[in-house]
């Protein structure tokens, strides 16, 4: 009988032990998930008393659970827009807490360092370039042994962040592309397949020989794809790395309410899609230890939660954003 | 004598008025929370679909064009596409599904080895959705890819096989949906076979008629119907499948007729669009859902009618 009772008297005082001071509870975005739950892991390592529980499941959903109010902070690729803002029950404020860039990735044997130019890119994801060996994309890569092969276009078919960054950057540089397809989480492009999530879309490309698609830079850099330099505004050709990102950010001016996208950075070395992710959080907290510890967890997401952005395949936010985040951060209660 | 009679009453009495009472209770409250449940799924998926069904009304359904940003719903290539691949499936897994119900239902095999043969091809049914996806994206696609660029170099001219070959199209989809609903075809084709009386077969075997003749001629007519319900209930299944679709198809809403261009289903896109949905989107979202439950709605009562009048019409002769 006592055999039987000792693992059951631990268990019930394992029950009974106090749970943790703190439970905060996020979700959103899928793009920053890695990151932020990095943030929950490394912060409970420093803090035990505060646990933060981030689910990533969707950038819309966030934003919908945020105004639901069945969550202490949401996340959004897509910002909030100000009627969403305003349907906030206990307001709402937006902090950029990481950013990202979106990457051409490619399956073309051989073929090391493709040069796309602005023309050739939106071409290509309007159907109007449909071979490899296309003139616009041939000019721009001289030596390059591009093959005779038809380009096959991998999209998302999920709605999703990443699609909105790259087609508003798509819209942003051929007038065509806006007219014909626009902007949007989901959008109907005129070619191509769709694959559902970013890991869709990188089995596409790694499946077919010929395809290109677009996906998040983390996700190319893990799966060894090759990716696509493209050229900015000043007409230079800028492959994605976390300098050529940095660049795109510290290119833009942080606006009032901390709402922009660098979609057509003007610096010569900016990689041209890229994008803040943001933390939407409350203007108000009822629970006063709730708000400290989410502004004591936010604020370590900002200064050092920042050092895991590299090795995750993120871009580390410039010091004037951080600044202006961290502002906006002291004005909730 | 009284007192024992009456003792014995007492509990009998008790026991068989008051238990099966209460269970009658429990078994028709269940029953119709069942009911209740399917009117509160419409009933809810209406009033969510009411700001699209007003705005676009029938033209929804005749429309080529899904651009959610910009306001644009037309559900005609998904309504298609989920035409086409229940087609495909269905005309694929219908031989051999038969096949197999015949096979099992006559004694070629000793009985045991017919169980296991059965119990195999009910297991079909065991696999999740996701893992048919996956074996999908590594096995058919490769494949499907490959026929289709020979095909499509050849035979390019045919609409139905027109390039460029995708490997994520509506004949990939249509191959692994075949897959998923021959346990369907055969389950419910081989008991509709195995009802067939005895005393039919006999009398054509009097009549001097081969094993050939008595099943091509008297025992698969008489299970006519029951095959008719298998393939109806297939039809629902694979009208209705969301995710090996999603990941197999390749979520396009072009308008095609060629088998190895990617195309779209109504369960694939609700899948793929409800997540990051809102305002008209989730609206127009839910009037296709709404189609779709009507679709596989309908469908289902036409395969439980057609079983229904099996079952009557084969009552009489047994």
């Known amino acids: 009988m006592k055999k039987f009772l000792l693992p059951l008297a631990a268990f019930t005082a394992a029950l009974a032990a106090p749970l943790p001071a703190q439970q905060l509870s996020g979700a959103g975005a899928t793009f920053p998930a890695p990151i932020y739950q990095r943030w929950a892991v490394e912060y409970n390592k420093q803090i035990p008393g505060i646990q933060v529980n981030y689910q990533s499941v969707g950038s819309g959903a966030g934003v919908k659970n945020f105004l639901q109010g069945v969550v202490d902070f949401g996340a959004s690729d897509a910002a909030m827009t100000d009627e969403e803002m305003a349907k906030s029950p206990r307001g709402a404020v937006l902090v950029p807490a990481t950013a990202g860039s979106v990457v051409l990735a490619y399956n073309l044997e051989g073929v090391a360092g493709l040069k796309l130019t602005r023309a050739a890119l939106a071409g290509i994801f309007l159907g109007k370039i449909n071979k490899w060996n296309d003139p616009a994309i041939v000019a721009a890569n001289p030596g390059v042994p591009l093959p005779a092969k038809p380009i096959n276009v991998a999209y998302r078919s999920d709605g999703s962040g990443t699609t909105f960054v790259f087609t508003q950057h798509l819209a942003a540089i051929s007038p065509e592309f806006d007219e014909e397809v626009g902007f949007d989480k989901s959008v109907t492009f005129p070619v191509g397949v769709g694959g559902k999530g970013n890991e869709g879309v990188t089995a596409l490309i790694k499946q077919t020989p010929g395809t290109i698609g677009y996906v998040e830079f983390g996700y190319a850099q893990q799966n060894k794809l090759s990716v696509a330099a493209l050229e900015n505004k000043s007409g230079s050709f800028v492959p994605p790395t976390p300098e050529s990102g940095a660049a795109a950010l510290a290119s833009v001016e942080m606006p009032e309410n901390l709402r922009v996208w660098p979609i057509d950075p003007e610096a010569p070395e900016a990689y041209p899609i890229t994008t803040f992710s943001w933390l939407l959080l409350y203007k108000k907290y009822d629970d006063a230890a709730k708000l400290k510890a989410l502004k004591d967890f936010v604020t370590y997401g900002l200064t050092e939660g920042q050092s895991f952005a590299v090795e995750l395949g993120y871009i580390p936010l410039p010091e004037a954003v951080v600044a202006k985040a961290n502002a906006a951060l002291s004005s909730i209660e | ?318």
């Open chain 2, 1 to 318: 004598m009284a007192t024992e009679k009456a003792s014995a009453d007492g509990i009998n009495g008790a026991v068989s008025r008051r238990a099966p009472d209460i269970f009658r209770w429990v078994t028709a409250l269940a029953a119709i929370a069942s009911a209740f449940i399917l009117g509160w799924i419409f009933w809810e998926v209406f009033q969510e679909a009411k700001p699209a069904l007003e705005k676009y009304g029938l033209g929804f359904l005749t429309g080529s064009s899904w651009q959610p940003n910009r306001d644009r719903y037309g559900v005609l290539p998904f309504l298609v596409g989920t035409g086409a691949t229940a087609i495909i499936a269905l005309l694929l897994a219908l031989p051999p599904g038969l096949a197999i119900a015949i096979f099992l239902s006559e004694d070629f095999l000793p009985r045991p080895a017919r169980e296991f043969v059965r119990f195999v091809v009910e297991l079909l049914a065991a696999i999740p959705s996701v893992v048919y996806g996956l074996w999908g994206i590594f096995v058919v696609i490769p494949l499907i890819q490959s026929l289709g660029n020979w095909t499509t170099e050849r035979f390019g001219h045919i609409p139905l096989l027109s390039g460029p070959a995708y490997g994520n199209s509506l004949l990939t989809a249509g191959v692994v949906l075949a897959l998923m609903v021959l346990p369907t075809i055969t389950a419910i084709s081989r008991s509709s076979l195995v009802a067939v009386p005895r005393t039919l077969r006999e009398g054509a075997y009097a009549l001097g008629a081969t094993r050939w003749e008595a099943i091509f001629g008297v025992i698969l007519p008489t299970a006519a119907p029951g095959v008719v319900a298998a393939t109806i209930l297939a039809l629902g299944r694979a009208m209705g499948e969301t995710m090996a679709v999603a990941m197999l198809i390749g979520n396009s809403s072009r308008l095609s007729w060629s088998l190895f261009a990617p195309s779209g289903t109504l369960a694939s896109l609700l899948a793929n669009q409800f997540g990051e949905a809102s305002g008209m989107q989730v609206a127009a979202l839910m009037y296709a859902a709404l189609v779709l439950v009507a679709l596989t709605l309908t469908v289902n009562f036409a395969g439980e009618a057609v079983l229904r009048y099996t079952e009557r019409r084969t009552a009489g002769i047994r």
